[in-house]
Nanobody, 120 residues
Framework: QVQLVESGGGLVHAGGSLRLSCAASQRTVSNYPMGWFRQAPGKEREFVARIDWIGSSPYYADSVKGRFTISGDYAKSTVYLQMHSLKPEDTAVYFC?????????????WGQGTQVTVSS
């Protein structure tokens, strides 16, 4: 069973930055797209960013383009989400996702989630 371990969440003021990390327990996880989703209180989980590793550019939700950057270490099956210019509406639990089906945007594996809170 693949495990995804996230870290880096916390409390930050609006305009601040945070960096999330996610490490997969199996090396083969990075043979498939990995990424991040988030879920705000009372809302559905939504896509944030995806990295396909080879041959294509990262993909972002419109709401985070220009502010968030996804990157990763392919050999370590680790992904990062660098978040700048954070807004209160970015407050959510952020989930690492692995083996994302690009057609349906459905991951096979989820992390446990890490809380990001942006104060105004």
């Amino acid at each position: 069973q693949v495990q995804l371990v996230e870290s880096g969440g916390g409390l930050v003021h609006a305009g601040g930055s945070l960096r999330l990390s996610c490490a997969a327990s199996q090396r083969t996880v990075s043979n498939y797209p990995m990424g991040w989703f988030r879920q705000a209180p009372g809302k559905e989980r939504e896509f944030v960013a995806r990295i396909d590793w080879i041959g294509s550019s990262p993909y972002y939700a419109d709401s985070v383009k220009g502010r968030f950057t996804i990157s990763g270490d392919y050999a370590k099956s680790t992904v990062y989400l660098q978040m700048h210019s954070l807004k209160p509406e970015d407050t959510a639990v952020y989930f690492c996702a692995a083996r994302i089906d690009i057609a349906t945007m459905t991951p096979r594996y989820w992390g446990q989630g890490t809380q990001v809170t942006v104060s105004s």
